[in-house]
């Protein structure tokens, strides 16, 4: 770890390194739609709003983030587990939301399951409510 952890845009080269992220991070669920082509369609669709987090060559910390014109989304949004508790996410998490402000919606969702309780932990401390009755969490912007 040399300390120095940038944050640039997610280009789909970054794929192969955030699938894997992923799939050390607790809680975070790989599904359709995740694969290479799904990622690059998601990209392309919201260009310059996703977020991979950087020390020296490794990421370390990853955050897809988009809209459909009407509410922004936020899914993945992973660090490395050497690197949690540092402020990582939630500097992944302000870089998404200034992102997403920029494009006009007012409200960003994201589905965070209920048996990932240290998820559910970093959104309510980051000032994310719960949607009764539903399996998914907001924030007004």
Same mark, same amino acid.
């Given at each position: 770890?040399?300390?120095?952890?940038?944050?640039?845009?997610?280009?789909?080269? @970054?794929?192969?390194?955030?699938?894997?992220?992923?799939?050390?991070?607790?809680?975070?669920?790989?599904?359709e %739609?995740?694969?290479?082509?799904? +990622?690059?369609q998601?990209?392309?669709?919201?260009p310059?709003?996703?977020?991979?987090?950087?020390? %020296?060559?490794?990421? +370390?910390?990853?955050?897809?983030?988009?809209?459909d014109?009407?509410?922004?989304?936020?899914?993945?949004?992973?660090?490395?587990?050497?690197?949690?508790?540092?402020?990582?996410g939630?500097?992944?998490?302000?870089?998404?939301?200034?992102?997403?402000?920029?494009?006009?919606?007012?409200? +960003?969702?994201?589905? +965070?399951? @209920?048996?990932?309780?240290?998820?559910?932990?970093?959104?309510?401390?980051?000032?994310?409510?719960?949607?009764?009755?539903?399996?998914?969490?907001?924030?007004?912007?």
């Amino acid at each position: 770890m040399s300390g120095k952890i940038e944050i640039r845009e997610f280009s789909i080269n @970054d794929y192969d390194a955030a699938i894997e992220l992923w799939q050390r991070v607790e809680g975070l669920e790989i599904a359709e %739609g995740d694969d290479r082509e799904g +990622v690059a369609q998601f990209l392309a669709r919201n260009p310059g709003l996703s977020r991979v987090a950087t020390d %020296g060559s490794a990421i +370390v910390g990853v955050a897809l983030s988009g809209h459909d014109g009407r509410r922004g989304h936020i899914y993945h949004l992973a660090v490395d587990p050497a690197y949690q508790r540092r402020g990582l996410g939630k500097r992944l998490l302000d870089e998404s939301l200034t992102d997403l402000r920029r494009t006009g919606v007012k409200r +960003v969702i994201i589905m +965070v399951a @209920d048996d990932n309780p240290s998820g559910c932990q970093f959104w309510r401390r980051c000032g994310w409510e719960d949607i009764p009755g539903a399996i998914s969490m907001g924030i007004d912007l």
